[in-house]
T-cell receptor, first 114, second 112 residues
Framework: NAGVTQTPKFQVLKTGQSMTLQCAQDMNHEYMSWYRQDPGMGLRLIHYSVGAGITDQGEVPNGYNVSRSTTEDFPLRLLSAAPSQTSVYFC?????????????FGNGTRLTVT | GDSVTQMEGPVTLSEEAFLTINCTYTATGYPSLFWYVQYPGEGLQLLLKATKADDKGSNKGFEATYRKETTSFHLEKGSVQVSDSAVYFCALNTGANSKLTFGKGITLSVRP
């Protein structure tokens, strides 16, 4: 019963490098999303998707790209990392069409950009 | 837009103390309300939820009642344990396909 799986758990990048944070879920959830968590800021929504082929921006989308080619996967791409992107990143998914359906979270990726 | 306001933290309590964490909200429409908990080094887990006015969500000794008249969803527990030390987030969403809006979270530390 894997739920939401994020890889890697930890990553260190140099400024300007690119990388992809992976997220996969095995619950057949249509809705998937990416949040970043920073001290004193709570959780901020980066991008989300309500189904394969559909993505939209959240509160803080700049510097991040996403795509959704399958129901299961929702990768987050940093094209040119900046120190301001040092954060803990969480992927989360939920059923749509069901009122009160909760989000299921992965265990996070801790990213440091030097 | 939708918003969630949580009381300022952190909160430190002794074991077996009574806990209240305040949460109020502003929402267009009729929201579902949630409490999530985050233990150190982990992702968020759903603690409890309520989907209509006067509903009480409960889990692991925690309770919260959906109060439409005061737009509140305060979290309570009668006797906290050291293992309850975590960050607690209040959240809402206003439709079957809508995003969740989170409060800033509050850190609870319970000392033996």
């Amino acid at each position: 019963n894997a739920g939401v799986t994020q890889t890697p758990k930890f990553q260190v990048l140099k400024t300007g490098q690119s990388m992809t944070l992976q997220c996969a879920q095995d619950m057949n959830h249509e809705y998937m999303s990416w949040y970043r968590q920073d001290p004193g800021m709570g959780l901020r929504l980066i991008h989300y998707s309500v189904g394969a082929g559909i993505t939209d921006q959240g509160e803080v989308p700049n510097g991040y790209n996403v795509s959704r080619s399958t129901t299961e996967d929702f990768p987050l791409r940093l094209l040119s990392a900046a120190p301001s992107q040092t954060s803990v990143y969480f992927c989360a998914s939920r059923l749509t069409g069901e009122y009160g359906s909760p989000l299921h979270f992965g265990n996070g990726t801790r990213l440091t950009v030097t | 837009g939708d918003s969630v306001t949580q009381m300022e933290g952190p909160v430190t309590l002794s074991e077996e103390a009574f806990l209240t964490i305040n949460c109020t909200y502003t929402a267009t429409g009729y929201p579902s309300l949630f409490w999530y908990v985050q233990y150190p080094g982990e992702g968020l887990q759903l603690l409890l939820k309520a989907t209509k006015a006067d509903d009480k969500g409960s889990n692991k000794g925690f309770e919260a009642t959906y109060r439409k008249e005061t737009t509140s969803f305060h979290l309570e527990k009668g006797s906290v344990q050291v293992s309850d030390s975590a960050v607690y987030f209040c959240a809402l969403n206003t439709g079957a396909n809508s995003k969740l809006t989170f409060g800033k979270g509050i850190t609870l530390s319970v000392r033996p």
